[in-house]
């Protein structure tokens, strides 16, 4: 199984490598914001619990998140691998996933993330508002909340994968094509 935790702040390209990654792969996207918004659409519970953080650019409790990850797995039991994309975003959900997949007897392969410079981030976010229509992409200051955040919460969980030698780094400025074969390369090589 290969399972990999594509790592990068909001706006690094997670989405759109994702779906290339999926493609060449066979994986399947674990994506919690695509989740959360889903359940928002839907009108559930626990999309108007989400909506709350989300919209101001806040992270979901980890207990809400890990208990929603863990449930999606468990619809995959045929898989051949997994994309974390958006998950870990804090060291107890990284914990809480090496967990949840050594109870399956497996583990993560490696975690790819993306560097973007700070001021490149702000631009895409803004610059995709009017085609994502999502209500954290529009506003300056909720992307720098999301950006803040990242920097204090979520930066640290590389740490967690670098002390068990699965950390790789991946330049995240250029053409979308190129990144992709970075990644293919640095996959390729870890096989
Ligand atoms: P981006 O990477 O562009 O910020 P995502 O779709 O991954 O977009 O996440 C959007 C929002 O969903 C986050 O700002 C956060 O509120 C919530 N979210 C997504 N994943 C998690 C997670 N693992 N833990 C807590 N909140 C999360």
């Known amino acids: 199984m290969i399972n990999l935790v594509l790592f990068g702040p909001p706006g690094a ?74 998950f870990p975003r804090t060291s107890p959900q990284a914990e809480a996933l090496d967990i949840m997949l050594a109870e399956k007897s497996q583990g993560i392969t490696c975690m790819l993330a993306l560097e973007v410079a700070e001021a490149e981030l702000e631009k895409r976010l803004l610059g995709r508002a009017a085609t994502s229509g999502r209500a954290d992409d529009g506003d300056i200051e909720i992307v720098r909340n999301r950006i803040a955040v990242y920097n204090r919460e979520t930066a640290p969980v590389a740490e967690f994968y670098k002390v068990q030698g699965k950390f790789i780094s991946i330049e995240g400025m250029g053409g979308i094509d190129e990144i992709s074969n970075r990644l293919y390369a640095s996959i390729d090589a870890h096989l």
């Open 13 to 86: 390209g997670k989405g759109t490598q994702s779906e290339r990654l999926v493609a060449k792969y066979e994986l399947v996207h674990l994506s919690t914001g695509d989740i959360f918004r889903k359940n928002m659409k839907n009108e559930t519970a626990l999309g108007q619990l989400a909506k709350s953080y989300m919209d101001k650019g806040n992270l979901v409790p980890d207990s809400v998140t890990i208990d929603m990850l863990k449930s999606e797995l468990e619809l995959y039991p045929e898989a051949k691998g997994f994309i974390f994309d958006g």
